[in-house]
């Protein structure tokens, strides 16, 4: 199975898709390199594809779909910052979520950005339950767990089989 790293990039209720010439939509991503973690290739993927170097990356959770594991991330870009088609990408485009149902773009894509909706509710409706200082351990601790996931997992996708 091919194991990639998918980025998501979000303004508002948009999400940053690429394509190359005549293929379907997709979010940015691609392989691993050789003795590279997943968060290192996120983050060029990004790089190349779109010409975004991402302030920060967060680990949210691994998608399998037919032929390939997706490793995704969310990124956190720079204000005012314009995507650009890089290397094999022909074109860059923001849509909406709405959006995303009409367009000629893989179901992967679909089902990621459908995960991370349905995760924000779910944060959003046990949020009122926390405390302020429970909010934040609770996100510390995440964040932590984000990089030990994201550490590790390229020691796996490299191990022998």
């Not at 392989?31 to 060029?44: H, I, N």
């Not at 967060?58 to 290397?87: E, N």
């Not at 459908?114 to 200082?133: H, I, T």
């Amino acid at each position: 199975m091919k194991e990639r790293a998918t980025v998501i990039c979000e303004r508002g209720s948009r999400v940053l898709l690429v394509g190359k010439a005549g293929a379907r939509w997709n979010l940015p991503g691609g392989r691993l390199k050789p003795d590279e973690t997943l968060m290192q290739a996120a983050s060029r993927e990004l790089l190349e594809e779109t010409h975004l170097a991402a302030v920060e990356l967060h680990y949210l959770f691994a998608f399998v779909g037919t032929r390939t594991r997706h490793h995704v991330f969310l990124a956190t870009l720079p204000s005012g910052t314009a995507a650009a088609p890089g290397r094999e990408i022909a074109r860059c485009r923001w849509f909406d979520v709405a959006q995303l149902e009409r367009l000629r773009a893989s179901a992967a894509v679909r089902v990621i950005v459908d995960m991370l909706a349905l995760a924000r509710r779910d944060a959003r409706a046990s949020e009122p339950a926390l405390n302020a200082d429970a909010h934040r351990t609770a996100s510390a601790t995440n964040v932590t767990r984000e990089a030990e996931v994201a550490s590790r997992a390229p020691a796996t996708l490299n191990a022998a089989p």
